[in-house]
């Protein structure tokens, strides 16, 4: 029963089954093709047996591997490995078919080669999840033909491999590096250092052209016969949380990815660096109800749990409660942090039902309100409006574009930070606010 299940037909065997069935065809008007046909046929059938003999002589002749890391990165390219090894002592001609999650909906992998006798061959693929969970590898199909190319013998490998796709660790590691690196503004990002102020002090150094007058150490100077400054740097250990929305209207998808996976992959990013910053980080998710609570603690270890808490995360289909946020805050923050709010309004109408919230937690902690920007908006409004109808869709989504920006008036108005942006630079802008807040001494 195995036999049978692992054997397959080449598709040159019709080929060559076709040529017989013509010769026989011709016979019935060339007698001469008669013989040539059976001579035919009992070649084919001759080479069928030797290429069963040659493919099944061994039970293990092939060996193949898919290499999985423990945790998939959401968003990102993931890489699959497979490393194959042909034991056969000819040369075979292999095709390869990975049953692939169903969360990929690609039924059409395939990936052909050729091995000489004994020969090792690695290979990868790239897989980009969209989705957080569990991901179920099937079986690894490895088909082998030999230089005959009549049947075809399945070998089948690691069946059930399962990979649990977290929140962006790639994304994470990317800005971990260039929170420590000196090349932050080749990815757009403001590394500013704050110079005076009531930080805490660091050094005393000699002055350099766009040093702060203020900070002049005159004893130092005297004592130097040159310009010295006092150097400061940010205060540390200051409590930052970010907040994550998770009703409906986080649901809505751009480039394959929701607004809430965006949100998640960002806390992910900054967190990381707010630590590497030595500030406390927490985290919190609600909708009707208060989902997700990490206390503010300053441990780079904290981060694990961060990334677990991210990893259960969903989107609910309610309207989010933001009274019930404003008092959870007022309960459980007792020291002025800076919050960093993941949330989206579609109607200027939507923001003003909350703004009283808003107000209450902006006046006792330092809130940033991330909006983001309908990108598919901006498609149709740079578009030639051609007809009619194309006048309508670009005139609504001028209208829709031009309430996002009156949201940030709106906001900026009632001394509530914002960030408008378009969701994949999200993590970019959420870390240069995060910056710009603390050069300017604003918590």
């Known amino acids: 029963m195995n036999f049978l299940k692992s054997l397959y037909i080449h598709k040159q065997l019709y080929i060559y089954i076709a040529v017989a069935s013509v ?40 060996n193949a591997r898919r290499i999985l890391p423990d945790k998939f990165s959401n968003s990102d390219n993931n890489l699959v490995p497979i490393a194959i090894t042909n034991k056969y002592s000819f040369k075979t001609f292999i095709d390869v078919i990975d049953e692939l999650p169903v969360q990929f909906q690609k039924r059409d992998f395939t990936y052909k080669t050729s091995l000489g006798p004994n020969e090792n061959h690695d290979f990868d693929y790239l897989v980009r999840p969209v989705d957080r969970g569990e991901y179920y590898f099937g079986y690894l199909n490895v088909f082998v033909s030999s230089v005959l190319k009549i049947v075809k013998r399945r070998y089948q490998f690691h069946n059930q491999q399962m990979v649990m796709v977290y929140p962006s660790i790639i994304q994470m590691q990317k800005y971990d590096f260039l929170a420590v690196s000196n090349a932050l503004t080749e990815f757009g990002l403001k590394k500013i250092r704050k110079i005076g102020n009531t930080s805490e002090f660091e050094q005393i150094k000699e002055y350099v052209n766009g040093d702060d007058f203020r900070t002049v150490n005159w004893k130092a100077t005297a004592k130097r016969g040159q310009l010295m400054v006092n150097q400061f740097q940010d205060e540390k250990s200051q409590p930052i949380y970010s907040i994550i929305d998770t009703g409906r209207i986080m649901k809505m998808p751009f480039n394959g990815l929701k607004l809430l996976d965006y949100a998640i992959n960002s806390t ?41 808490a991210l990893y259960n995360i969903d989107t609910q289909f309610t309207d989010s409660d933001f009274g019930l946020l404003y008092a959870q805050l007022k309960r459980k923050v007792t020291h002025r942090s800076l919050i960093i709010l993941y949330t989206n309004f579609e109607h200027i109408s939507a923001l003003k039902r909350q703004l009283p919230y808003l107000q209450a937690i902006s006046k006792k902690h330092m809130l940033v309100v991330v909006l983001f920007k309908n990108t598919e908006l901006d498609t149709i409004i740079n578009e030639k409006a051609e007809d009619l109808q194309s006048i309508y869709h670009k005139t609504i989504a001028e209208k829709f574009a031009f309430e996002k920006r009156l949201m940030v008036k709106e906001l900026q108005k009632h001394g509530i930070q914002s960030i408008l942006t378009a969701p994949e630079n999200l993590t970019i802008n959420t870390i240069n606010k995060y910056l710009e807040i603390k050069a300017r001494g604003l918590l």
């Not at 500030?279 to 208060?290: A, R």
């Not at 990490?294 to 981060?303: E, M, V």
């Open 268 to 308: 992910l990013a900054f967190s990381n660096v707010a630590l590497k910053k030595h500030d406390k980080v927490g985290m919190l998710s609600f909708s009707k109800k208060i989902e997700n609570f990490l206390p503010a603690i300053q441990k780079l270890t904290y981060l694990n749990r961060i990334l677990e």
């Open 23 to 62: 010769c026989f065809l011709l016979s019935y008007w060339f007698s001469i093709f008669y013989p040539i046909a059976w001579i035919t046929t009992i070649i084919i059938a001759v080479l069928l047996l030797i290429d069963l003999m040659l493919l099944y002589k061994s039970s293990d002749a092939i």
